[in-house]
Protein backbone atom coordinates (compact mmCIF):
# COMPACT_ATOMS: atom_id res chain seq x y z
CA UNK A 1 0.00 0.00 0.00
CA UNK A 2 1.09 3.20 -1.09
CA UNK A 3 0.32 6.69 1.18
CA UNK A 4 -1.13 9.27 -1.67
CA UNK A 5 -2.47 11.93 0.05
CA UNK A 6 -3.20 12.74 4.03
CA UNK A 7 -6.09 15.18 5.65
CA UNK A 8 -5.53 16.51 9.06
CA UNK A 9 -8.46 18.02 11.20
CA UNK A 10 -8.07 21.14 12.18
CA UNK A 11 -7.74 20.15 15.85
CA UNK A 12 -5.16 17.82 14.94
CA UNK A 13 -7.63 14.37 15.96
CA UNK A 14 -8.86 12.98 12.78
CA UNK A 15 -6.41 12.04 10.05
CA UNK A 16 -7.87 10.56 6.91
CA UNK A 17 -5.13 8.31 4.55
CA UNK A 18 -6.29 8.39 0.74
CA UNK A 19 -4.23 4.90 -0.10
CA UNK A 20 -3.36 2.95 -3.50
CA UNK A 21 -3.20 -0.85 -3.42
CA UNK A 22 -1.17 -3.02 -5.13
CA UNK A 23 -3.89 -3.45 -8.04
CA UNK A 24 -4.08 0.17 -8.67
CA UNK A 25 -7.36 0.56 -6.80
CA UNK A 26 -7.70 3.21 -3.87
CA UNK A 27 -9.60 3.21 -0.68
CA UNK A 28 -9.73 6.00 2.89
CA UNK A 29 -8.64 5.28 6.46
CA UNK A 30 -10.11 7.74 8.98
CA UNK A 31 -8.12 7.52 11.99
CA UNK A 32 -8.82 9.20 15.04
CA UNK A 33 -6.80 10.10 18.29
CA UNK A 34 -7.56 7.94 21.54
CA UNK A 35 -6.00 9.25 24.83
CA UNK A 36 -6.01 6.33 27.31
CA UNK A 37 -5.20 7.14 31.06
CA UNK A 38 -3.08 4.01 32.56
CA UNK A 39 -3.39 4.15 36.10
CA UNK A 40 0.67 4.15 37.41
CA UNK A 41 1.38 6.04 33.98
CA UNK A 42 -0.26 8.79 33.02
CA UNK A 43 -1.55 9.41 29.53
CA UNK A 44 -1.07 7.35 26.41
CA UNK A 45 -1.77 8.58 23.10
CA UNK A 46 -2.30 6.31 19.95
CA UNK A 47 -4.20 6.53 16.44
CA UNK A 48 -7.10 4.24 16.05
CA UNK A 49 -9.22 3.80 12.55
CA UNK A 50 -12.33 4.45 12.94
CA UNK A 51 -13.39 4.49 9.57
CA UNK A 52 -12.50 2.30 6.21
CA UNK A 53 -13.90 2.47 3.07
CA UNK A 54 -14.52 0.29 0.08
CA UNK A 55 -12.50 0.26 -2.83
CA UNK A 56 -12.56 3.01 -6.01
CA UNK A 57 -11.13 2.87 -9.46
CA UNK A 58 -9.54 6.21 -9.64
CA UNK A 59 -8.08 8.85 -7.13
CA UNK A 60 -10.64 11.50 -8.06
CA UNK A 61 -13.49 9.49 -6.66
CA UNK A 62 -12.51 8.23 -3.43
CA UNK A 63 -11.00 12.18 -2.74
CA UNK A 64 -14.79 13.34 -3.99
CA UNK A 65 -16.50 10.62 -1.62
CA UNK A 66 -14.56 11.20 1.56
CA UNK A 67 -14.98 14.82 1.25
CA UNK A 68 -18.50 14.18 0.84
CA UNK A 69 -18.51 11.69 3.93
CA UNK A 70 -16.47 13.48 6.47
CA UNK A 71 -17.56 16.66 7.81
CA UNK A 72 -14.40 18.14 9.00
CA UNK A 73 -12.99 18.21 5.24
CA UNK A 74 -15.99 19.70 4.20
CA UNK A 75 -15.16 23.40 3.44
CA UNK A 76 -17.08 25.95 6.53
CA UNK A 77 -20.61 27.40 4.89
CA UNK A 78 -21.05 30.85 5.56
Known amino acids: MQIVKTFTSA ?17 YEITSETVEDIPDSGPEIYWSPSFVSGLYATEEEVE ?14 G
Open 11 to 27: DGKHRLEIVRDDRGLYS
Open 64 to 77: RDAIAETPWLRPAE
